[in-house]
């Protein structure tokens, strides 16, 4: 059975850093193409940052803070995630796509998903 499990998340003080994982395993998803998204209390799921082929992409709310990596021996993603700030609290979910296209795309186009881990970050 394909499955994506998400750890890393937690509480956090402004400023600081996590580091979120995303292990694969039974998955027959593109590995090529996955990414990290979002989603706040009373918000729409967004994306924060892709991988396609091992080029990544950042919403702009993100860029320079996120940075997505993949260790492919260890059929893991990452996301590491420094200043944070009080608005990036919101759970994070991993995902992949069986049709890969580049950049930030729409949560309704990915097909696989974690269960997501909760980051929280106070001021």
């Known amino acids: 059975q394909d499955q994506l499990v998400e750890s890393g998340g937690g509480s956090v003080q402004a400023g600081g850093s996590l580091r979120l994982s995303c292990a694969a395993s039974?998955?027959?998803?593109?590995?090529?193409?996955m990414g990290w998204f979002r989603q706040a209390p009373g918000k729409q799921r967004e994306g924060v940052a892709t991988?396609?082929?091992?080029?990544?992409y950042y919403a702009d709310s993100v860029k320079g803070r996120f940075t997505i990596s993949q260790d492919n021996a260890k059929n893991t993603m990452y996301l590491q995630i420094n200043n944070l700030k009080p608005e990036d609290t919101a759970m994070y979910y991993c995902?992949?796509?069986?049709?890969?296209?580049?950049?930030?795309?729409?949560?309704?186009?990915?097909?696989?998903w974690g269960q997501g881990t909760q980051v929280t970050v106070s001021s």
């Open positions: 995902a992949a796509r069986v049709y890969c296209v580049p950049g930030i795309r729409s949560w309704v186009e990915y097909n696989y």
């Open positions: 991988i396609y082929y091992g080029v990544p």
């Open positions: 039974g998955y027959s998803g593109s590995r090529n193409c």
